[in-house]
């Protein structure tokens, strides 16, 4: 049993910043890349950031230059800084993180429940 959980979101002004956090807990044995998607109302899901185990990070266009992804391994988490928010950023996140939860050298993928992030003007 994995689960993943994500924090931080709320109600900001534009300009201003989030901290999101996703915590994994349970069988969690090892634990790859991790991301994060975003969904806007009557929009696609669409794949914010990921960051690999090794450090290697790759962004959307949309965020490059003002989110930052993180993670702290040994505790299971991904970090997502959202700086110069805009409305357009408004939207439920989520987390992903493929996990391996057993010694079999296989990896299962886990999403978060989401978290609402919404950017007044």
């Known amino acids: 049993q994995v689960q993943l959980v994500e924090s931080g979101g709320g109600l900001v002004q534009a300009g201003g910043s989030l901290r999101l956090s996703c915590a994994a807990s349970g069988n969690i044995v090892y634990t790859s890349d991790m991301r994060w998607f975003r969904q806007a109302p009557g929009n696609q899901r669409e794949w914010v950031a990921t960051?690999?185990?090794?450090?290697?990070?790759h962004y959307t266009e949309s965020v490059q230059g003002r989110f930052t992804i993180s993670r702290d391994t040994p505790k299971n988490i991904v970090y997502l800084q959202m700086n110069d928010l805009k409305p357009e950023d408004t939207a439920i996140y989520y987390c992903k993180m493929n996990i391996r939860t057993s010694p079999q050298p296989t990896f299962d993928e886990f999403w978060g429940r989401g978290i609402q992030v919404t950017v007044f003007a």
């Open positions: 960051i690999s185990r090794s450090g290697n990070i």
